[in-house]
Structures are given as C-alpha cells and as structure tokens.
C-alpha cells in the first residue's frame, strides 16, 4: 500500500475526483469543486450546440491548471465510438487522460465488458492514460489491469442511482489483487459509502451525482472530502476485529463497595 | 455550400474550417474539429478548404461524470 | 435540528464523546485524545490501588479545563450501586455529568432497563446531568427523556465489539422522537460506523475502544474526527435519494456523430 | 486501630481522614473518600477522628469509556 | 436444543405461530389456516358490538380443538389493562394462554419494557402460560424468562411492517442464553425472514400480516410452513462455514489434456 | 413468468439442481440426492485414474433415466479448453447439456467474462444446451442469452464460499431482463439463501458444497428442497411492502373499559 | 333501567346478566361479561340481578395477531 | 508399443482401442475415449489400431458442482 497516489505519472494529493455533470448552476458547481479540494475532474464530450454556440460552457469557470482533467466516452455504445470520443477529447489539447465508458443498457447504463476491455486496448496502444469504468467482476478489473489501464473503476453501483456499494466483496477481491490503482465509481449516495469504499481500501472514489444533486451541493462536497480523509485514515490505522461479545472499555480493577 | 454540420444539414459561405468556426463565434472556444471523420487540429484549420457535402463535427467538453 | 449542540446547558463545539480506557500508554492516549479535538471525555471510578497509590494517574496528563469530563457507573450491577458512583464521581468537584452505566451481564455488558431507568431518575433529582447508556430500545429512550435525562446513549452494538450499527432502524426511530440530544454509545468499529450514526441524525458519538484498540489510535482519532464531520455534514446536506435504475450523470446532449 | 480501607483490612495511626489520606500520600490527587458509606468532602477531612472498625473508601478516576 | 417444542406443558408439533387479523374474509382466512398448519392462533378481545352482536365471528370458523388458542392483550397501554384482557380471556373458558402485548407508541407499536415485565409478573403468578411479546432486549428476555414466562416473543420488525429480522445478532444472544422457548414475533415480510430466523435457533415464529396481506395469503401460508421447516432442518443440519476463498466443488483430480 | 421451468425443451418439476461433488461417502450422496428431489444433477469430466480403474465411480450409484445430468467444464481456463470438456461429456452419450465453467482464479474460481462468452457461442453452434456458469454482471448475462444460452447462471458468490447473495440487486436485474430461465449457482451457505434467490424470482438454484459439505447433508437436502419450495411461493404470494411504521395486526376495534 | 353496556348507556328491561345476554341473541355465544369491573361467569348470569347504573361488558374474541 | 495415455506415457500389447480399454477392465464401464486429440466413439473402437505414440485420453463423469 503506497501513502501517495500516482496515476499516469501524476501524483494525486487528493483521492477524491469529481464529476462535472447535473449541477443546479455553475456558481454551486465550482464552490462545490472548490470545497471538494478534487484534483481530477470529469468531463463529457458532446456537439456544440450551434444554435447557441457561445452560451456559458464549462470550462469558462475551471481552471485548467489546476486539475487534471478526465474526460469520458459516455454515450459510446461500442469500443469504434469510444476510441472516436476519445481521440477528440485529445484533440483538445486539454488532456491524454480517458475514462473509458460504455453503456449499453439505458435502463441500468451498466458497461459492456467485451467492448471495453477493446476500447481500453486500442487507447493504451495510442498513448492514452486509460481509465475504464467498469463492472465488479474481478477477473475483468485483472484484464483492463493486463491490456494497460492506468486504473481500473469498477462501479459501487449503477450511475445516478445513490445505491452505495452493492458488492463491497467483489471492491475487497480487486483491490486485494490489482497492481494499479482502483477507483470507486459511480453508484455513491453518501458520505458513509465513500468511507466505505476507502476502508476497503480503495484509492480513490469518483462520483458526481451525490454531490451535483445533493439538496446542499457545496456542503455535501464538504462532506465527501471529509470522508475521503475520514476511510483512508481508518484503513491505516488497522481498526479492530469485531468480536461477538463484549469486552469492559473500563478499567475492571477494584470497583468500590465490592470488598 | 451545403454541409453537414454536428449531424444537421447547413449552408455557409465560409471558405476554410477557420472561417467555419469563426461564423459560429467559437474562434476562442475550447472546440475539436473533425472533418470526414478525421480530426483536424486548429493549427490545420486555415489550410482546409470546406467542401460541398463535407461532413464536420464541432464538440467540446460538457459536464460529465 | 439544531445545528449546536447542547447538553445539561453546555454548548458542544464537537459532536465526538471520547473514552479514556484501554490505550497502549498515556502518551498515545493523550496525543489520540488531542487528535480527536473531543470536548467530552469519559472515565470510570475505581478504587485507588494503596499499594502504589501515587502510581501515574489519567488526571496527571488531562486539563481538566478542556473538556467535560463524564465519569460513568460502571462496575454498578443495579441503581442502587450506579447513584453510589455518581455521588463519588460528584464530589470529586470535575464534574456534575453522569454517564449511567448499568450492565448486567457478563458476556455482553447489556444495561439493565428497569435499573437504567431507576438511576436516572434517582439521579435527575439530584441534580446531576444524566447521560444513561442504553439499548435501543424506542420507549425505553422515551422514558428515559420523560424521567428527566439529558441526553440518551444508545449503543450501537455491544461495548468493545466493533460490531457497528447492529440495528440502525430502531436508532433513527430513537432520533426521530427524541427532544433531547441523542449520542450513540458503544459498538462502535471503524469510521464507516461513525459516518452512519450521524448520517442517521444521531447528534454525537462516544466511543473508545475503536480507537484505543486500534493498530495506530492516534491516526484512528483523526479518522473519528473527521468521519463526525463527514456524517454531520451529510446529514444537513439532504442525499440524493436511492433510485433502482441509473441516470446519466453526463450530459446526455448530442453525442457526436449520431445525426 | 483496625480498619476496612478499600475492602481490605488495614491498620493505621492516623487520626483523621486527612492524616490517612496523608500517610497514602494522596493528599493533593484528586480522591474522594467515603466513610461508612457516606461521602466526607476534603474540607471535612480533618474534622473526622479516625475510629476502629470504620469502612473507608478512597477512589479516584480511571481510564474507561 | 430439543427436538420438540413444549410450552406450557402442550408439545407443538408446529413451530409455526400464525395470528388471524386482516384476512380479506373468513374464507380465506380459514384455507390459509388449513394450508399453514399451525397449531397455535392468536386472537384479540374485544367488545362485542351490540348494534349486530350476532354478525359473523371468527370462532365460528375455527374448531377450538385442532388449535392452542393464545389470545392477547393487544389494546393495553399498561400492565392493569393487559391484566385484565387476560383474565377476560380465561374466563372464555377456550385457553389459559396470553401474549402480553403493551403497546405504548402508536407509530411503531413497540411494547413498554416495564409494564410488559409488571404484567407477566402479575400472570404468572395468576398461573397463566405467559408469552411476552417484547423488543429484542436481551437482558429484557432474561428478565422475563427469570419472572416465569412459559416462552419469550421478542419481535423481528414493528408489527405489520414487514421489515424482517431487524437485529439478527441480538436474537441470537437471546436464544443463546434463553431456558424457554423464544419465538420471534411481529415484523416479519415474507419466507426468507422466517428462514433466517429458524436458522438462528429460534423455537418458532408467529406472524400475521405477511400472510393475511400478502396477494395470496394461502400460497404464502404454504410458503411460510415450509419455510419454516426449511429454516428449521438447515438450522439442524449444521451449515459451511463462511469462507473468503473459494473451494472448487468438483473434484480437482486428472483434467484430461494436461498430461 | 411462467409457472413451469422448461430447459432445452425439458420441463422440469424441480427448480433445485444439485451437484455431486464432496460428499463424505457414496451412501450419503445418494441419500441427499433422493432427499433432495433434484432433476437435474451436475457432474465433472475427468481422466479415469488407470491404477485402480475399476474403482466405485459415481454413474453406478445414480440411475440416468431418473434425472437431467448436467456435466461441467470445470478444469478449463479457456473457451478452447472447455469445448472440448463438453464434447467428451457429450461422446458418453448421457447428455447434451453443458455447463460452461472456465475458472480463472486459482483463489476465487471466478469465470472469465470472454472465454466463457466464447464457448457459449460455440457450443451453441454445436447443438449443446448450454447453461453458463457466469458472474452477476446484468449485460453479461444478456450477452450470453443472445448468444443462445439456454438458461444463464450467475453465481451468488464464489464457489464453496457459503457466502449467500452478495449482490441481490444484479441477480435481480439478470431476472428482470432475462428471457430466458435464470438459475442461481454457487455460493450458496445455507436455507435461507435459496429462499432469496427464488424470492427474487430465479427460476431456479444450484449448489452442491453446501448440502455436500454440511454436518448432515441429507437433512440439508431436505432443507434447501423445502427452501425452493418456500422460496417460489413466497415469490408467487406476492409479499407485503416494507413499511416504516407500524400497522396493528389485530382488530383494532373497541377496546373493553376504554368507554 | 339504565345501564351502561360495552361503554355506552344502555336502557334494558332484562331481571339478571342472562336475559341481558340473551336479549341480544348471545346466549350461545363464546361471549364473557364483566360486571362492575368483575368477570361474572356463564353460570352465575342467573343469579346476577340488573342494577340500575351498572357497569357491564360483554366481550368475545377477534382476529388478532 | 508406447503411447501415452492420460498423460503418462504407457506401454500396451492391445491392437485396437477396444482391446486397450478391455485392458483396463472398462469394457462396461461409461468412459470416452479420445485419440490423437479426436472423440472416437464405442462403435469405432474395434477399427482403430493402437499405433506407437498415439495420444489417448480416457474420461469419465466424476463428482462434480
């Protein structure tokens, strides 16, 4: 277990990364990114929208310098239209970091694996930073691990649906066997589950929803920072076992009256 | 000229992807181009004469997660 | 909900109740309590051992001008012995709160409700600011409240088990009905714990042995600290709410190349 | 003079409380002493003559949770 | 662990409890207790109304020699009112039996600790067969079985609110260490549930809305009868143990090609 | 949903397939067997060990007409390998079904989401009836049945494991999708289990470890055929909803004493 | 005379708890009554006389969980 | 002759697959055979001479989940 996060060469102080979709309005957006403390950010790529070409956009409101910035190919439904995605989000020059995404399913937006351990392949081999969202299947996590991926990020649950971590056996198995860094993404609902997540020893979470939708955005970013700090120092700290009878927190010695 | 832009058929008179782009206002954006299917990157888009039947994406990052 | 907490007419910048027993030594313990930046602390009354009474005492490295201090009954088998320790507890002249503590049995530690109940009301009219551990019981709570407590404590799972919430149901049910400040007590294993409690509504946590028993208590500490803020903060914060099927955190605009 | 101190049974020449106190060498921790079953405050340890058989308790706080 | 249970001197050859509230009509309530096979139903008492006093009653459709009748005082809000329904329901000559019921608080219906303990107390020593229904209170359970209760219902989950076995773990401490038989009572949703607590060592479970509600209360009568076998013999059987690792079930000898 | 489970073409009785693997002896495997009412029963293929050829070897105990047999790939690390186990077992002429297994994990035994993607869709092509051990990854499984699986098999958790259902919520989507017959297969511990599964509504469970492996695998069997059973009408009975708040269960109508 | 019945005030021409019972058809019924806050049993009905402002409940068994 | 069989390299006087598996005594028993990486089924075994380095693999239905 490394103290320092590195992804792709760049080491990450902050293990939180945040999502830049769904907020109420960009003042909420970047005090919420502010108070996140968030080093890495993701992004979607879509058309201009022509008629409105100029109207306010994202990045008039992030400072590139100070983040890395991830961007995704959500919306791609195989690994041709991922690579494509991708391509354009270097293109911009901003970034060579790609969270591969590929949903098939509307209902669940649940990743196909085969299309993206393709995907994931074909943009390792072009020199991206390759970070695929992905299903809990250990054995999945192992192969993006093997084609090249920087990171494996596997899902606590479906996008958006605040579930938590459906499978924290399946989190503890791929984190026990990877070599790169995992990622919880997508699925969080809550602080608890972030710290869930981090006490599994995750290194890293990723979410948007939780905090973009959350009724007090900037306050529950405020809240995820904290519990971002909050499992990692448990997970090193080794907590306890859990046993199923008690143990006196008080000092058993002489109780008074007793002689 | 008739193109395809971003999926939907449009006319322009701009005679290079620079002045295609420049007719949108977006000069100064944070936009890809890709021409055909290929990528043209901003330095290229004063050498790349638009064509009729052309088909031309303009993307740029949105919020995402 | 308040937003400060306050209990027996003392306002409570933290919402961490911290326990003193069972550190490696008195230099991790003091740096785990200053870690923590818990206001109240916890002890127990005992005998003093007369055949090394000037041995190293906990007061000799606690200001007692810093905290609450909160003695508790522990080692009382009933409510007579439980308000026996709280009047020695009292005229020590630290403190006039008392954690009632009556357990009752060997392998679990579980409190007696009749003897609960007995004590507290004994104790209320005395004069005392009574803080009774209990179970979770909803209307024993109620009682408890009825007969004059000032705040109820109960406990998340057997003392020293780390089992966590056993039953977070019937804690928010305690939460919901109370008019008095709810600490959960007990059980207590890791951060995740803490960050639920709160999340729950609960208004502040004691424990101890999760972190004097853990492999490093002093990082456990900030770990505990951290997790308050975390599950407060989320709990102001209004979480999403948990939906079975996903939605697009990503813009779901025009994707490029579809038209 | 024979006593019960702390359950056991002890012998001293102290005089009060404040002289037993004293010969333990607690007489500036912070105890609290018990005579008979009633609580004596340190203002009222030397008013109180020592006499054989009186059950005595001295405690003070400890580590617990 | 006996193989047969015994309260009161009766041998059940049933461990399944079933209440007859909230049927659609006497009908159904009559094949879903046909179906069920319980030997032990519980009524309520309750006036007569005498604006219809002969309209249809429940004994009319159920013959009092096939069952143990075990009414209870459900309507009491202390131990005087649970009192006096039981000795009104004595006095029907039909059954010595009653399920304490004192509920306090009309959102959850939980019992009162006190007054639940006050009135089998009283019972017993009336010489009743006393069932308790009471919270999961382990220390509680041991009072009630020391006071003289032929059998303790802690329940699983507030009445009707089908919401499972809430606190597995305190069941389980109180089957543990309980001389009488526990049947866990109340809260219960649907087959898994009774499964779980049979599992657990519980003696048997009483339940009412799960069937009674349910679509088809007769298919769920069925359903709750095996479940209760079910949960019963798997408890008998003496399960694997959990593991973290995988075993492979088929047999690991000569796999043809490797040679 | 349909009230028969139909296989291949195959109406089947039972929705409890039962390996054959483990047991302590061949008497009490037969006597499980019988127990168990199970149709179908799995198998490995493996080399016969040529020192002792003629030993007692499993066919002889269990008569062919009576049953479904299902043998596995087990031992296979990929799609090239398990074609092959499939046709051997297909050359006995006992059978055309198979069960794809390609475990690639030493320590967990997981399945390889492509290889077992593969061998599906040849085997298919070769005119088996296949029914692909597979992970709880919902497009998976969709794949798989596109492919032309003819039931899917998701795994509760590893093999051997005992674990239950670690992730009720993809078993539930696998359902909710599916279009063809879903059996839940391994890792299941226990009773209660089952009756999860099938009250998710899988149309079916197979395991072995857990009846084989038991203290008494014969009343096990009893246990997990009497769990089906439980478990499909319950699932049929359609449960009552979890509520937050109580509903009394008996008739709330006029209390004596109260006018 | 007026009596109050199952909490409610009641006229009634019945002598004794029996004819009460049987004057609304319950006297085959698995009812019990309550006189006065006292259980009066089936064969003592007869010989319980109706006062003027008694107290009587007549009670039986329903669904109930 | 030399073959392997199951992996292990064998020595056997059988001239067909049939008389190889009549040497281990499996004439009736349920197993399949495999030559050289191919099914051979119980109708071929007569016509299939053991020839020096053949591959033969013999399975059977083991106990298996």
């Known amino acids: 277990m490394k103290e320092v996060l590195e992804i792709g060469g760049r080491r990450l102080d902050s293990r939180f990364f945040l999502g830049t979709g769904r907020y109420p309005n960009p003042f909420v957006q970047n005090e919420a990114i ?3 403390e968030a080093e890495v950010l ?3 790529i879509r058309r201009v929208n022509l008629e409105v070409p100029r109207e306010d ?3 008039q409101h992030v400072k590139a310098e100070d983040f890395v910035f991830l961007p995704n190919t959500s919306g791609a439904k195989n690994a041709d239209e991922a690579v494509r995605i991708a391509r354009l989000a270097k293109a911009s020059g901003l970034s060579d970091w790609i969270k591969v995404e590929i949903s098939v399913n509307a209902k669940t937006l649940l990743h196909d694996p085969v299309e993206t351990l393709k995907a994931t392949e074909r943009l390792v081999n ?3 930073v390759v970070l695929p969202y992905t299903s809990d299947d250990p054995v999945l996590c192992k192969r993006l691990e093997e084609t090249g991926a920087a990171a494996v990020m596997p899902g606590a649950a479906p996008i958006g649906t605040g579930l938590g971590l459906l499978n924290p056996y399946n989190l503890s198995l791929i984190i026990e066997e990877a070599c790169i860094p995992v990622i919880v993404d997508a699925g969080i609902g809550t602080a608890s589950d972030v710290v869930q997540a981090m006490e599994l020893g995750a290194d890293g979470v990723l979410l948007n929803t939780a905090v973009a939708k959350a009724r007090d955005p900037v306050k529950m ?5 904290y519990a971002i700090v909050a499992g990692r120092s448990a997970y090193l700290s080794g907590r306890i076992s859990k046993k199923r009878y008690a143990t006196a927190s008080s000092e058993t010695g002489d ?4 002689g | 000229m008739k193109l395809m832009i971003n999926g939907k058929p449009e006319e322009t008179t701009a005679g290079t992807v620079a002045e295609l ?3 949108y206002g977006l000069e100064e954006a944070l936009v890809v181009a890709e021409v055909n299917g290929k990528i043209v990157y ?3 888009w004063n050498g790349i004469r638009i064509q009729s039947g052309m088909k031309i994406e303009i993307v740029h990052f949105v919020g995402g997660g």
Not at chain 1, 221 to 225: E, L, W
Not at chain 1, 255 to 258: C, I, K, N, V
């Open chain 1, 221 to 225: 970013a405020k809240a995820m920072k």
């Open chain 1, 255 to 258: 109780f008074p009256g007793e």
């Open chain 2, 42 to 44: 901003r330095e290229q």
């Open chain 1, 57 to 59: 956009t994202i990045l």
């Open chain 1, 42 to 44: 993701t992004f979607a």
């Open chain 1, 34 to 36: 502010r108070e996140s």
């Open chain 1, 126 to 128: 072009e020199g991206f």
């Open chain 2, 21 to 23: 782009v420049e007719s």
